[in-house]
C-alpha cells in the first residue's frame, strides 16, 4: 500500500503511547482512523483533540480481550466508514516478576490482552478485509522482546513472541492465496509510552492478591525509571508507515536490542545455551 489517503485504518491501544502515535500519522496521511481503547475518557479526549485538527476519526471503546468487544468495533467501522484498510493490533500490557511466583492473574491479564486482543483482531478483521478484495495492510504490536528473552518478565516475553509467530502463519497464509493484504510485525525498543502504568486498566478481577515479589517490584520500578529516555512513538510511527509502504514485515530496532536479537538467534543456531544479553537502557 502506497497512497493512504481516504483509506480507513483501525487502531487498538490508540489513546496513548504508540496507539495514539500511530493514529495521528494515519490521520495526517489523510485516512480517517478508527480508535480503539478500553480508556473511555482518555479515548475520548484523544477523539476530540483530533477532531479540532480537522482529522476524520470514530472513537469505540473496546476490551480487547473480549471477541465480543472486538466484533461490535469491526461493525461500527463498517457503519460509519464502510470499510476497513490497516489494522493496527496495538494493545498491550506489561507485568515483572519471576516466572513461577508470577500470579495467575499476571499470566492471564498480560496474555488476555497482549495475545488474545491480536488473535481477535485477526479472526475478525481478516475475513472483512478479503472480502472487501482491496489492498490493505495488518500491523501487530509484537516488540524486541519477541526475537529476544530475558528473566524477570516471562508473561511479556512469551506474549510478543506468540505475536510474533501469529504474525508469520498469517503472512504465509495471506500470501498463499493471493490476497493483496500485507502483514509487519512491529517489533520496538524502549519506547516512551504508559506501559509501565498498563495496571490502571487492570480488571478487578485479575488484580494481583498479595504484594508482588521483590524482583516483581525492582523491574517494574527500573522500567519506570528507563522509559521517559525512550524512542518517542512518533518515530515508531513513521518506521510503520514505512514498513507499509515498503510491504516489509520485520520492523526491528536497531539499537542494542538488535544486537541482542542476533545474539540469540546465534546461540538458536550453534545450539547453545541462553546467553544472557538484555539491553538495560
Known amino acids: 500500500m502506497k497512497d493512504?489517503?481516504?483509506?480507513?485504518?483501525?487502531?487498538?491501544?490508540?489513546?496513548?503511547?504508540?496507539?495514539?502515535?500511530?493514529?495521528?500519522?494515519?490521520?495526517?496521511?489523510?485516512?480517517?482512523?478508527?480508535?480503539?481503547?478500553?480508556?473511555?475518557?482518555?479515548?475520548?479526549?484523544?477523539?476530540?483533540?483530533?477532531?479540532?485538527?480537522?482529522?476524520?476519526?470514530?472513537?469505540?471503546?473496546?476490551?480487547?480481550?473480549?471477541?465480543?468487544?472486538?466484533?461490535?468495533?469491526?461493525?461500527?467501522?463498517?457503519?460509519?466508514?464502510?470499510?476497513?484498510?490497516?489494522?493496527?493490533?496495538?494493545?498491550?500490557?506489561?507485568?515483572?516478576g519471576v516466572s513461577w511466583e508470577a500470579p495467575l492473574e499476571d499470566y492471564e491479564w498480560v496474555l488476555g490482552v497482549n495475545v488474545w486482543g491480536v488473535i481477535h483482531g485477526i479472526r475478525t478483521f481478516v475475513p472483512i478485509m478479503l472480502q472487501q478484495g482491496s489492498e490493505g495492510h495488518i500491523v501487530n504490536t509484537a516488540s524486541m522482546a519477541g526475537v529476544t528473552n530475558g528473566p524477570y518478565s516471562a508473561p511479556y516475553y512469551m506474549s510478543k513472541h506468540a505475536v510474533l509467530s501469529l504474525s508469520e502463519s498469517?503472512?504465509?497464509?495471506?500470501?498463499?492465496?493471493?490476497?493483496?493484504?500485507?502483514?509487519?510485525?512491529?517489533?520496538?525498543?524502549?519506547?516512551?509510552?504508559?506501559?509501565?502504568?498498563?495496571?490502571?486498566?487492570?480488571?478487578?478481577?485479575?488484580?494481583?492478591?498479595?504484594?508482588?515479589?521483590?524482583?516483581?517490584?525492582?523491574?517494574?520500578?527500573?522500567?519506570s525509571s528507563f522509559i521517559m529516555t525512550g524512542t518517542p512513538p512518533a518515530t515508531i510511527a513513521q518506521r510503520v508507515l514505512q514498513a507499509i509502504r515498503d510491504e516489509r514485515f520485520y520492523i526491528l530496532s536497531e539499537d542494542a536490542w538488535r544486537r541482542s536479537c542476533e545474539t540469540r538467534l546465534e546461540d538458536v543456531r550453534l545450539g547453545r545455551n541462553p546467553t544472557f544479553d538484555v539491553p538495560v537502557g
Open 170 to 223: 498469517v503472512y504465509h497464509e495471506l500470501k498463499m492465496r493471493g490476497a493483496k493484504i500485507g502483514v509487519s510485525a512491529l517489533c520496538p525498543e524502549l519506547v516512551a509510552t504508559n506501559i509501565d502504568n498498563a495496571s490502571r486498566n487492570r480488571p478487578a478481577t485479575l488484580q494481583r492478591k498479595q504484594a508482588p515479589p521483590t524482583e516483581s517490584a525492582s523491574v517494574e520500578a527500573a522500567l
Open 4 to 96: 493512504f489517503r481516504n483509506r480507513v485504518a483501525v487502531v487498538t491501544g490508540a489513546a496513548s503511547g504508540i496507539g495514539r502515535a500511530l493514529a495521528d500519522a494515519f490521520a495526517a496521511e489523510g485516512m480517517r482512523v478508527v480508535l480503539a481503547d478500553v480508556e473511555a475518557d482518555r479515548l475520548e479526549a484523544v477523539a476530540r483533540e483530533m477532531r479540532e485538527n480537522g482529522f476524520q476519526v470514530l472513537p469505540v471503546v473496546t476490551d480487547v480481550t473480549k471477541a465480543t468487544d472486538v466484533a461490535a468495533l469491526a461493525q461500527e467501522t463498517l457503519t460509519t466508514f464502510g470499510a476497513v484498510h490497516v489494522l493496527c493490533n496495538n494493545a498491550g500490557v506489561f507485568t515483572a
